[in-house]
Structure formats: C-alpha cells, structure tokens
C-alpha cells in the first residue's frame, strides 16, 4: 500500500467526515492518522504533478470525487483513484462496488480490477465537470433548496422535494441534441445520468453506463412523473409507469429554459443555455469484482 496519497474532505456528510475518519483508522491502524485535507491544497492539480501518486485514496462523497476528477483531467500521466464512501451521497461507490470501508480498503489492498470511466464537461463556470449525474429543472431545484435553507440530515431531501414541489413551476425547455436535432416542450426536469444511481443507492437511469461514450437522459414532463419513476434499488413505487418521460442517449446536449441546475449535488444557477458533452475514458478508478456491485445492472460495459 505504497505510493498512495490519501485525500479528505472534512466538510463532507455534514462535516461529519473527519469524524468518521478517525473512527475508520482506529479500527484499520494502517490508514495514517492524518490525510489530507483537499479543501487546504491550493492547486490540486500542481500538487499532484509533484507528488506523482500511484493511487489516490478519496475519502469523502460525490462533490469530492468530483473536485479531484477535476484535478486530475489535465494530467498526462493520471493515477489511479479509489473512493473511500464517507460522504452523504456516495453514488458512485455502489457503481464501484466499494460501498463499504472494508470493501473500499480490499480495492486499496489487492486492486482487483480498474475501470476507466466517462466525465462530461459543462459550461457552468463553478462546476466545468460531472462525473454521475446533471439535473435541470425541477431536480435542481431540489438540491438548490436543500443548501440554500440549510436543510441536513437524511430527512433533508424530504422538506427540499415539498417544499419545491409547492413553488416550481414547468418551463418551456429547448433542447439541441448532437448539434442536429432541437426539440421544445413544457417539461419538468432534464435528468442526465452518466451512472445508474444517485445518492444512497438511488436508482434513476438503470440503463446509464459509466464507460459508454454516452449520456443518458430522462425528459420529465411533470413533478409527478418525476417522483413517481424515481426508485429504490429492491423498490418500485406503486405508481411506477412509463408514462410521461421520454428517455434518449447524446453525446453533446444543449439546453436552455430553466435557471436551477445541479452536478453531482452541488446546485448552479444559471442564465445562459448549458451545454453538456461527454468525455470519454477520462479517468480511472479502483473498482470490486463484478459479484460484488450490488446493482440490478452493472454500471458499465
């Protein structure tokens, strides 16, 4: 376990990640006392060139992965990342199949198997890259009302969906897909998946692959058809139906006629159109064996 640079974000899960930082390393001595902390790095990028790190331990949730992703895209020769699952959300761990720590250490240990995986890059100056999933409309309102009224704890996602359930309101979307074909319609929510989950085993685009070249989207029509289709891994809601979306894979998508957008759970208001376009095999993590991802569908190819 040489050559490893251990990185953590302390304000992750509710500021609660130092925390489980300490209680992880008493129980695993080999884990150091004190990784680093991301969020004192000036240039992350700059930082890793000198270190020249053979793996990358990411210790915290997706707005994380999603900081040192962006650190190390510019990278001629990029290490290898592993996450360690101590954030809220945590998505793409269960696509890893590192959703535990003694699973995300036997990665760490053995490295079982690596998978190089798509990002997507935006025109949103704060976030520029995605690594799981975008969401306009009705879904970025949720996560903005989230952070913008302070809501915490796993009820949190609850009082967001009322309360923006109550307040937004369908918007006329236009859409350009691969630069040649445009469509426009009142709709709720734009939901592009580049994995198959969101927060804590979430399931929104079964079908979506970490590794394909392509992003996969889901047009809502309305709030209800959102929550509806929305699924546990195991559960189906009652009024689940097909019904009221339309789905459809890009490479390049543009978008304009809502203002609240989200990337991997951090919100974004915006004014001009986004547009979306994938990278593919960008970066590469430490992934479990196929028998040990607990997903309907392996996230990737």
């Excluded at 000198?50 to 949730?61: D, E, M």
């Excluded at 992703?69 to 945590?90: D, E, R, T, W, Y």
């Excluded at 998978?115 to 996560?143: A, N, Y």
């Amino acid at each position: 376990m040489k050559n490893i640079l251990y990185l953590i974000n302390p304000k992750a899960n509710e500021d609660t990640a130092l925390r489980h930082w300490k209680y992880i390393q008493k129980k695993f001595p080999s884990l150091p006392k004190d990784p680093l902390d991301v969020t004192k790095i000036p240039n992350l990028t700059e930082f890793l060139i000198q270190q020249k790190p053979q793996t990358v331990v990411i210790a915290g949730g997706d707005g994380t992965i999603n900081k040192v992703c962006q650190a190390v895209l510019p990278l001629k020769s990029k290490p290898s990342l592993a996450v360690m699952p101590i954030g809220f959300g945590n998505a793409l761990s269960y696509c890893l199949g590192v959703e535990t720590v003694e699973k995300a250490l036997y990665v760490i240990k053995n490295t079982p198997a690596k998978l190089t995986i798509d990002l997507f890059k935006t025109t949103i100056p704060e976030i520029p890259i995605g690594v799981f999933t975008m969401g306009i409309g009705f879904d970025g309102q949720v996560v903005h009302t989230r952070m913008f009224h302070r809501y915490i704890g796993i009820r949190s996602y609850t009082l967001a969906v009322i309360r923006s359930y109550i307040t937004h309101v369908e918007k006329k979307l236009t859409f350009t897909l691969d630069h040649s074909i445009t469509m426009t319609g009142i709709a709720s929510a734009l939901m592009i998946a580049n994995a198959p989950t969101i927060g804590r085993n979430f399931i929104s685009s079964e079908n979506a692959k970490l590794n394909d070249g392509l992003l996969d989207c889901t047009l809502f029509s309305s709030h209800y058809a959102y929550l509806t289709n929305l699924r546990l891994r195991g559960f189906k809601h009652p009024l689940y139906s097909e019904k009221n979306k339309v789905n459809f894979r890009a490479k390049h998508i543009k978008i304009s006629g809502d203002q609240f957008a989200q990337v991997d759970g951090d919100p974004a208001i915006h004014v001009k159109p986004i547009e979306i376009e994938v990278l593919p095999k960008a970066v590469t993590f430490l992934r479990n064996t196929t028998e040990e991802i607990l997903l309907p569908s392996v996230p990737f190819v």
